[in-house]
């Protein structure tokens, strides 16, 4: 059975920084796209970052581009969420998502498995 579970949410100052680690198991492996989305309450769920397979293409939502970094460590199989630079409006839950396919994906419908999600809280 895959799981993905995510670790590393918390509360933080705006203009502080946090580590969101996404860890793979049950067979599968993070050697495909793998995604971090977001969802604050009342709002849709939100793409923040991708990392693809085959060029190791990272890929961002608006919104996040040059605060936020993603990052895959495969002999963990582990994917990773650096947020610097963190605003109140990042404030969300924060999921991590897998993609059996390999290209650039920002859609969540098209994601296979999710993880619990983690709450992030920045406080301003």
């Known amino acids: 059975q895959v799981q993905l579970v995510e670790s590393g949410g918390g509360l933080v100052q705006a203009g502080g920084s946090l580590r969101l680690s996404c860890a793979a198991s049950?067979?599968?492996?993070?050697?495909?796209?793998m995604g971090w989305f977001r969802q604050a309450p009342g709002k849709e769920r939100e793409f923040v970052a991708g990392?693809?397979?085959?060029?190791?293409?990272?890929y961002y939502g608006d919104s996040v581009k040059g605060r936020f970094t993603i990052s895959r460590d495969d002999a963990k199989n582990t994917v990773y969420l650096q947020m610097n630079s963190l605003k109140p409006e990042d404030t969300a839950v924060y999921y991590c998502?897998?993609?059996?396919?390999?290209?650039?994906?920002?859609?969540?419908?098209?994601?296979?498995?999710w993880g619990q999600g983690t709450q992030v809280t920045v406080s301003s």
């Open positions: 049950g067979g599968f492996f993070i050697r495909n796209t």
């Open positions: 990392i693809t397979r085959d060029v190791v293409n990272t």
């Open positions: 998502a897998a993609d059996l396919g390999t290209r650039e994906n920002r859609d969540p419908k098209e994601y296979d498995y």
